[in-house]
């Protein structure tokens, strides 16, 4: 049982560890909260037994960290915004190349006639 909840504690925390790094660090929460829960019981169940292993004071070290990283990215990274009618502008424009470009291109209605009536012969022969 104290395996169980060792191994569960160590996957929790180095999975909030790889979230706390990503830009959803929020996400790390969840795990974060998940490590402790099962270290403490861990830790319990060791300490019943008379034999407290270093891995689960690692694994609280782990989880410390990735709330440490995920507070701290939480209050300190704002999310900027930028100009938003530099965009608007661009999307405009690039718009308009586009018709520009579709109403260059050259299509004869002969040989569109002319491939719609050879498709006809072959789906018809």
Do not use: R, W
Not at 68 to 94: G, P, Q, R
């Amino acid at each position: 049982m104290k395996k169980i909840f060792t191994i569960l504690a160590i996957i929790a925390s180095v999975l909030a560890i790889m979230l706390s790094v990503l830009p959803l660090s929020n996400l790390a929460i969840i795990p974060s909260i998940i490590a402790l829960i099962c270290g403490l019981i861990a830790f319990y169940l060791s300490k019943k037994s008379g034999e407290v292993k270093k891995i689960i004071q690692f694994t609280f070290l782990l989880t410390i960290i990735a709330l440490a990283l995920t507070t701290y990215k939480s209050l300190f990274n704002t999310a900027e915004v930028t100009n938003i009618e530099a965009l608007e502008k661009k999307e405009v424009t690039s718009k308009e190349e586009a018709i520009e470009e579709l109403n260059d291109i050259d299509i004869d209605e002969d040989e569109i006639e002319g491939e719609i009536e050879a498709e006809d012969i072959h789906i018809d022969g």
